[in-house]
């Protein structure tokens, strides 16, 4: 029997509906990836209107007079005092707002990298996979808290151990109720979830040939976790040490409820101090009026937190660069 018997004519498409076909099938790509790039564009687009808003507001009005056109932005930078309420000499010195932000993303870089560090090395070397699946969901879920909760279990539940008598006789100073260690304690548990998370991938991602090629000459589990694992995922570990920062340092409403809102230049953690981020929740309140000085210093705080941020996002990136292993 032929081919041509076997072939039933019904089987053959003609060469119409194949070209229709492949219209929809190309105009559909066509359809998909102008989608992708819109969402691409539009992200795109709100950080250039952030960008726009924040320059027409903070450096150069084209309409009014901008935040640095009536201060000096050495007096902004250098000046010790924060105080845009004053109704005779107000001041506008961002260095009591930088500590307050700084010490606080410190004492929760102290508590929360080491502790998100050693969570992920435990994930990636130690735990089982059930473990795994178990510990690794709860983590994850400090991530999913209102920033909020953590401002109220701060002001609650840790500050109310620093105001013990006991406590306090052995720090040796006075504690206030809004104070900045308690702020940096729980801005350190919410970075938590951030280092794990990325660190257990830079981990996972190191080649089993390196694990065991250390097995090989004797080494034990912790030494092959920490000299061998732990240096070749290192540009992983740092990128994702320093995305935390800036995620603490970008943190508004636990600072806020729990530091409170009172600008000043000391190094001190047991006293209240004000953020960045703090100060524009002030103003945002809307209590000020707008078009004022105090109400553009806003853009200007918002402009230098978004300096410091996209600062620390492109260092990460750097560092990826920098130290990435690549392994064939």
């Keep these: 029997m032929s081919v041509a018997q076997v072939t039933s004519p019904l089987s053959i498409k003609s060469p119409s509906s194949l070209t229709r076909r492949f219209s929809w099938t190309r105009a559909r790509e066509q359809i998909i990836r102008a989608v992708l790039f819109l969402c691409g564009a539009l992200s795109l687009l709100t950080t250039a209107g952030i960008i726009v808003v924040l320059f027409t507001e903070a450096i150069y009005s084209f309409g009014g007079t901008a935040f640095f056109q009536s201060v000096s932005i050495t007096d902004f930078l250098f000046d010790t005092v924060w105080a845009p309420q004053h109704p005779d000499h107000p001041r506008f010195g961002i260095l009591p707002l930088l500590c307050g932000t700084f010490v606080i993303a410190g004492l929760g870089g102290i508590i929360g990298l080491p502790i998100g560090l ?27 808290i209102p920033t909020v909760v953590y401002g109220y279990f701060a002001l609650v539940f840790v500050t109310p151990y620093l105001l013990r008598p006991i406590f306090q006789t052995w720090l040796g100073f006075n504690v206030d109720i809004f104070n900045a260690l308690s702020a940096g304690i729980v801005v350190g548990v919410m970075i938590i979830p951030t280092v794990c998370s990325l660190s257990e991938d830079a981990l996972r991602a190191v080649p089993r040939g390196l694990r065991e090629a250390g097995y090989a000459l004797g080494s034990t589990k912790f030494d092959v976790s920490l000299k061998v694992v732990v240096p070749a995922a290192l540009s992983g570990i740092l990128a994702s040490f320093l995305l935390a920062m800036a995620r603490a340092i970008g943190e508004t409403m636990a600072v806020t409820i729990a530091a409170g809102q009172q600008p000043r230049l000391t190094l001190n953690p047991f006293r209240g101090m004000e953020t960045m981020t703090a100060y524009i929740v002030n103003i945002s309140l809307g209590d000020t009026e707008a078009g004022s000085m105090e109400y553009k210093s806003l853009y200007a ?28």
């Design 118 to 144: 050693a969570s992920a090395i435990y994930l990636s070397e130690y735990a089982k996979p059930k473990m795994r699946r178990i510990v690794k969901p709860v983590l994850e879920i400090l991530a999913g």
């Design 301 to 328: 705080v918002a402009l230098s937190l978004f300096v410091i941020t996209l600062s620390m996002n492109v260092l990460a990136q750097w560092v990826l660069k920098r130290f990435r292993e690549v392994y064939e």
